[in-house]
Structures are given as C-alpha cells and as structure tokens.
C-alpha cells in the first residue's frame, strides 16, 4: 500500500491505550484515523472531539446519554466498522473478546490487546520478534506491556547470540494513574500467586523459543512498572557486547543513573521535558550503568511505561495485517520517525 491508498483506521475504545493509539494513527503519514468509538459521555470523549475526532458510540444504548451530554455522536459502531480497513480494539479486559465476533462477522481486520488471552486471536506481535508472521493475517494480539519489554530485550540478546536461559522479577504498578483514586493498593506489596507470572508463558506466545520464567509483584505506586532480569547467557562476554546488544534496538534506550536518572519520576519528567504527548516513554529504558556481567551470567534493569510502550506495536501491527509494508525493519522506521521513538538519549 502507497501512500496514494492510506490505511482506514477505527478505534474502538477511547480510554488509556485507545486515545494513545487514536494520536499515533493521527500522525502516521500513510494512516487516517475515520473515527473513535466509546460508551462514556464525559471529559474522557470530549477530548476525541476537541481533537476533531469523529465520535461513534461502540452502545447504541449509549447513543442517547452521549448526545443528551452535548456530545457528537456520528453513527454507532457498525458505522465505524463500514468505512474503515481495520478496527484496532482498545476496550476494557475481556469486552474486546465478545467484540471479535462482531468484527470476523463484517470480516474486518482487527487488533486487540494484552488484556486479552492468545487464544482470541491465535497470533500475539511484538514488531522486532514477528513482523513477517503478521502479514496478511485477519487479526493479531499485540501483547501487554510488561511481555512487550521482555521480548524486545530478549530479542535483542537473542540475535546478538547471547540469549541462554532469562529469569526476571517484575515490581508492577498497582494502576493507571487517572484512576488511582478509585482503586488500587496502599501500604503493601502483592505477589502473583504463581510462578511463573503469566508475562514468562506471555512471551513464549511470541517467541516459543524463549527460555524464559518471570516472578512479579504489584506495589503502591502507579509511575510504571521495574523489572530485574538474570539471564545465562550461551557463552562468556563482556560488557560492550551486551551494550552493543541492546543498541542494535531503536525501541530500547540506555539511560544512566549517574544522569539523574536514578528513579521512575525522573524518567518521566525527562520524557515531557522532551515534550512527548502524555510524557510517553515509547522504549524500554534500561540502566547502562546499573548493567553487570560476570562471565556468562549478566544482570540488568529496566522501566517499562504500560500506557505508552505499546503504542508503536499497534502502528506497526496496523501496517503487517493490512499488508500496507511487508518489510518490518521499514515499518518499525516510519512508526519511530513519526513518534519521535529513539531520538532522546541520556549518554
């Protein structure tokens, strides 16, 4: 696909992912986002319309408090759903499930997320590990946040042949921080009550391959996610190479504490200090000079941003399903020149 025939984008679902999505899309030179799709009728769907977004109700039950809240409402979602390639669902967990068959019945192209299971869509992406796999395919699942750093790292060592075995421990934010006052956790820690964690299992769904086991635990805060990672490594190397390694991606940044860089909220401010929309974190910011390896062991650390780091997967999902650029290396180029991915560094 030319830039003469752009990609037809819906967005069903206007909260956290879906108006980050919705901005990407807006921006995408070879996309155009015909509309959003919601339930609510407050400052949440007014922002799509300040934005010039065309607003549909994904309800027809909710059509009527959405205009009797000043709001305006185009058409209900199979309005959406007829003038548009591709349907990216950014609903809540589990409502995106019941909304496939809704979506294989018009027989449109549809995108959902990590809340949702494997299962629904037989196919889960991250750019870097499955672009080619992708192509041409009715539907993917771009898998959740915590998964999307943990194969892009891996990945990253895995090509560099120094991927053995990877064991990673996960500190979760306990919610998303528009809504931490309706919920949430105070005062405590909560582990998972298996180990694995579902992201280990998560990440096979990509990349089988991966020897990978992952422990996790949500804490009080709600700035973005910590992982730690041991990996064995197949043989002895030294740092640069890692480094090196860890380059080769443009969806991962080095970052160095003796930068100032030592917590979540520093990260963050230098994000919007750099002017990023909702000051997103885009990459995986990983310590370089928290990095360590002793032989064929290697430890190291990372921030992973949920609201923001699978926002240029999607576009680039968008891209493999509807066959608008078979070559993924070309895709994660044009998502990245767009979003401003891999323009700040800190070393």
């Known amino acids: 696909m030319t830039d003469a025939k752009r990609i037809r984008v819906a967005v069903n679902?206007?909260?956290?992912?879906?108006?980050?999505?919705?901005?990407?899309?807006?921006?995408?030179?070879?996309?155009?986002?015909?509309?959003?799709?919601?339930?609510?009728?407050?400052?949440?769907?007014?922002?799509?319309?300040?934005?010039?977004?065309?607003?549909?109700?994904?309800?027809?039950?909710?059509?009527?408090?959405?205009?009797?809240?000043?709001?305006?409402?185009?058409?209900?979602?199979?309005?959406?759903?007829?003038?548009a390639d591709i349907v990216v669902d950014c609903t809540p967990k589990k409502v995106a499930a019941r909304n496939v068959e809704t979506y294989r019945e018009r027989g449109i192209r549809f995108i959902v997320h990590g809340g949702e299971k494997h299962e629904v869509t037989g196919h889960s992406f991250v750019a870097e590990a499955n672009y080619a796999?992708?192509?041409?395919?009715?539907?993917?699942?771009?898998?959740?946040?915590?998964?999307?750093?943990?194969?892009?790292?891996?990945?990253?060592?895995?090509?560099?042949?120094?991927?053995?075995?990877?064991?990673?421990?996960?500190?979760?934010?306990?919610?998303?921080?528009?809504?931490?006052?309706?919920?949430?956790?105070?005062?405590?820690?909560?582990?998972?009550?298996?180990?694995?964690?579902h992201q280990g299992p998560d990440a096979q769904s990509v990349d089988?391959?991966?020897?990978?086991?992952?422990?996790?635990?949500?804490?009080?805060?709600?700035?973005?996610?910590?992982?730690?990672?041991?990996?064995?490594?197949?043989?002895?190397?030294?740092?640069?190479?890692?480094?090196?390694?860890?380059?080769?991606?443009?969806?991962?940044?080095?970052?160095?504490?003796?930068?100032?860089?030592?917590?979540?909220?520093?990260?963050?401010?230098?994000?919007?200090d750099f002017g990023r929309p909702n000051d997103s974190l885009y990459e995986v910011a990983l310590w370089e000079d928290m990095l360590k390896v002793e032989g064929d062991e290697l430890y190291y650390a990372y921030m992973v941003d949920n609201q923001a780091i699978v926002i240029p997967e999607t576009i680039d999902a968008i891209r493999a399903l509807t066959e608008a650029e078979r070559d993924g290396s070309a895709s994660i180029a044009r998502t990245n020149a767009a979003l401003g991915v891999g323009t700040f560094t800190a070393t």
């Open 13 to 83: 679902g206007y909260g956290v992912i879906g108006k980050r999505v919705a901005d990407a899309v807006s921006v995408q030179k070879d996309m155009d986002l015909i509309g959003v799709a919601d339930v609510v009728a407050d400052w949440r769907a007014r922002m799509a319309i300040s934005k010039g977004f065309a607003l549909y109700s994904a309800d027809p039950d909710r059509a009527p408090a959405m205009r009797a809240g000043g709001l305006d409402v185009i058409g209900g979602l199979d309005d959406l759903l007829a003038s």
């Open 133 to 197: 796999s992708t192509i041409g395919r009715d539907s993917t699942r771009v898998v959740s946040c915590n998964t999307t750093s943990i194969v892009r790292t891996l990945t990253a060592l895995k090509d560099a042949g120094l991927l053995g075995s990877a064991r990673g421990t996960l500190l979760r934010r306990a919610t998303d921080p528009w809504e931490s006052h309706l919920g949430g956790i105070m005062n405590t820690l909560v582990p998972e009550p298996e180990i694995p964690s």
């Open 208 to 272: 089988p391959d991966l020897d990978v086991i992952t422990m996790a635990v949500k804490v009080p805060q709600t700035l973005a996610h910590l992982h730690y990672w041991s990996v064995r490594m197949p043989r002895k190397a030294s740092k640069d190479e890692v480094l090196e390694a860890f380059r080769a991606s443009s969806r991962i940044a080095l970052i160095r504490m003796a930068d100032g860089l030592g917590a979540l909220n520093a990260v963050k401010e230098m994000m919007a």
